[in-house]
């Protein structure tokens, strides 16, 4: 009774914070849920050249409603429990959000005509794969893509990152294994390379609120990473083997070796609770030697993100034999299959399908809506080519990823680049700009070879799986934190060993290998 209790007061609760779409405007023609990354300095998202571009051409006048991107997923899912629903979304749902909730959202089949959507149309007969990752069980079609086909930025995934000056200041060579990592953070710990007088570094940074910086991404070594689309399930493919990596030694070995790090004060154990905006407030603290994220060009001003370089990957000293891996695939199609999505709250979705094919007319409505005016942070060659641009007004307060969601909507925005619309850069552009690919480069060889598909299934196998998948991962989660923070002996390793089956691992990986193999 008492849990009972407590599920109704936290759903009231809920109900009290969240902010509901509501009723539409009267000087409105549609409301559209959108999210605001952490990284937008302000900008609303009405006032960005995209939307201002998108009303121009279509003459439509939008309600762009804002949510915080960190706390999406939940407000989302109480709009759809609630069936208080906005007449679209962009870039806020997910297969699960879909597939339980296909009777609130518009089948677009009938919309997606030549006379109606001449663009999309074109996308979908020169590429018959965005059609399959957007086509639901039921052969119908009930979101558009969104982001890009593919990106060779975005392919590198999540990034180590270690201070070459530091290094260099400490007369410190590049470390190539696990045991010289350890000895590299033991020196910078004891060096003070920041040079402000106070034992205050911290060498190891880590948050599990960023999407590049788990904890779990530095389990490299061991042959481990964190899946990108694992729902926190971690797992690998080894010749067509769905393999759970919590219960293999070599997970353990990871385990002990980071709990090392903490016991020493060599890794920032308050990464496991500390929020997005406090890590990259505790990166410009200037404390740290090494992270893992997209690029430091994100997180520092110009000449401080090119003290840092892209650690090459290190061989585990305790298993030599296994080869490094690092998150991240190579030409994996990358769509946001369900990027834009009409519910049934609207009354014209016709009109909301010409405006999202209006979207997709060009160049450069796509490249307005993600990265602001066109010469700040892009331009258009005379050849068609999509140019990058770096801006002098760049700071520390004020990056470039900054920017791009300033001036940009970036990755929410609602437009789909195409194979030969990947932005590419001047042959002078500084250093900083051309970094992010730099990096790439150090890992390509490492990433995951084998993948899973792109695919969707049914309602009932996504709860089956999202039923044990989500105890488990908060689980997991735990037993990490716990094993690294306060360490691991014999005795927890073998309840955790019997934990991960009462919490059904077998069912769990029976599920993703029938998945892999078509079964469903």
């Keep these: 009774m008492k849990k009972f209790l407590s599920l109704v007061l936290a759903a009231i609760m809920l109900l009290s914070i969240a902010a509901i779409p509501g009723a539409l405007a009267d000087e409105y023609d549609y409301k559209i849920v959108v999210q605001r990354h952490a990284l937008d300095k302000e900008q609303e998202y009405d006032t960005k050249p995209g939307a201002i571009m998108a009303e121009q051409r279509t003459g439509l006048k939008i309600d762009y409603y804002e949510i915080d991107a960190g706390a999406a ?11 208080d629903l906005p007449d679209a979304f962009i870039n806020g749902l997910s297969a699960d959000r879909l597939a339980n909730n296909l009777p609130l959202f518009v089948a677009l089949d009938e919309y997606l005509t030549p006379e109606i959507a001449p663009n999309i149309c074109a996308i979908l007969e020169k590429y018959p794969e965005v059609r399959e990752s957007i086509t639901q069980t039921d052969g119908c079609i009930y979101t558009l893509p969104t982001s890009m086909y593919v990106s060779p930025e975005d392919d590198g995934g999540s990034i180590q990152f270690i201070n070459k000056a530091w290094l260099d200041k400490l007369n410190l060579e590049m470390p190539t294994t696990t045991d010289e990592f350890y ?13 402000n007088g106070l034992a205050d570094e911290i060498p190891v940074l880590f948050t599990q609120n960023n999407w590049a910086a788990h904890i779990q991404y530095f389990f490299g070594p061991w042959g481990i990473t964190e899946w990108e689309n694992g ?22 070995a ?20 500390m929020t997005n905006q406090q890590f990259y407030a505790r990166l410009k603290e200037y404390i740290g030697v090494t992270y893992r994220g997209w690029t430091p060009a994100s997180n520092f001003d110009s000449q401080t993100a090119l003290e840092f370089v892209a650690l090459p990957p290190l061989q585990a000293s305790d298993y030599p034999e296994i080869r490094y891996v690092n998150d991240g695939y190579w030409g994996y199609y990358r769509a946001q299959s369900f990027g834009f999505a009409i519910t049934a709250a609207c009354e014209n979705p016709e009109e909301l399908v010409k405006w999202y094919d209006a979207m997709q ?11 602001g005016e066109e010469g700040t942070l892009w331009e258009l060659g005379d050849d068609g080519t999509i140019y990058e641009l770096w801006p002098d007004s760049v700071t520390v307060d004020f990056t470039r990823e900054n920017m791009k969601y300033t ?8 437009a789909f680049m195409l194979p030969d619309e990947v932005a590419q850069y001047h042959d002078d552009a500084p250093a900083d700009a051309t970094v992010r690919r730099q990096l790439v480069e150090v890992v390509k060889d490492y990433l995951q070879k084998e993948i899973f598909p792109s695919r969707n299934v049914d309602a009932d196998k996504l709860e089956e799986r999202n039923f044990i998948q989500t105890e488990m991962s908060a689980y997991l989660d735990n037993f990490m934190a716990d094993a690294i923070v306060n360490g691991i002996d014999d005795a927890k390793w073998e309840k955790h060993l019997k934990d991960v089956e009462a919490y ?10 029938g998945y892999l193999d078509g079964e469903f």
Excluded: S
């Excluded at 001036?407 to 609602?414: E, H, I, Q, T």
């Design 183 to 195: 000895e590299v953070c033991k020196a910078i710990k004891a060096g003070d390379p920041n040079g």
């Design 407 to 414: 001036y940009g909507a970036y990755g929410n925005a609602p």
């Design 504 to 513: 059904k691992v077998t069912e769990l990986v029976e599920w993703w290998q």
């Design 231 to 252: 729902y926190g399930a971690w797992l690998k493919i080894e010749n067509g083997k769905v393999i759970f990596t919590p219960t293999l030694p070599e997970f353990r």
């Design 254 to 273: 990871a385990l002990e070796y980071w709990h090392k790090f903490a016991k020493e004060g060599l890794l920032d154990v308050e990464g496991f609770t």
């Design 361 to 371: 007319a060009d160049k450069v409505i796509k490249m307005t809506w993600r990265l």
């Design 73 to 83: 997923a939940e407000k989302i899912n109480l709009m759809l429990a609630t069936n």
